[in-house]
């Protein structure tokens, strides 16, 4: 049982890996038969992680077909958003009240890092590199379980969403966003801190949102986090 159980996780974390690395894109048939060369694992362990994936929402089964990796919908991307600025305003309030110098040293190094990559068309980098000033963030909270709870929200964008969508319009706004939160939170300004990462969240759920259009073919189900309808999003 114990075995089992370890392949399954090798198999998830392979996958995983598979598409972060691009080598599997949002939309793609997932076949136990390539995955098993790909991977040289049979098949058990792979159905299993593919299981645990659909049930964590990075794939979904259709029924005769198999599996796919997720896209990334309308609503999903709402809601995520959502559960982001609910975790991040509770993020900024901890870290306040709980953080370092050292630690705001490594928000700093973060935040310069993100700000000095200037891509020419928006890429997985920089999401990667705003992510980690997030992830940054989360860590000064001192809290591993919101860490992880934000991580599981930036690892379905990070998967499933095409970044080609993104325009540059974002690149200086965001640059922005980030410095006055960090000079917030250097006030130790509580509320200030809040109503920037909130406004930061909200400018890049617009922007995401406004550049998103609702690829997800009509053979997949949505995976719904409940709350909002699609029609509201599509005002933004």
Known sequence: MENKRVLTDEAYQKIK??????????????????????????????INALYRMEHEGFVASVPF?????????????????GIREALEAYIVEQAILVAEPRDLERLEERFAEHAAYRPEVYDRKRFMLDSEFHMELARLSKNEALVQQLLTTFEHFYIRFKFSRMSLDRLESSVDEHRQLIDRIRRKDINGSRDAIRNHIHNARNHIIQSLSDETSPDLPPFRLGGQRAQAMAKV
């Open 17 to 46: 890996e598979l598409i972060l690395d691009q080598k599997l894109a949002p939309g793609q048939k997932l076949t136990y038969g390539d995955l098993s060369k790909r991977l040289d694992m049979s098949p058990t362990p792979i």
């Open 65 to 81: 077909k198999g599996f796919y990796v997720r896209k990334m919908g309308l609503q999903e991307a709402w809601e995520l958003f």
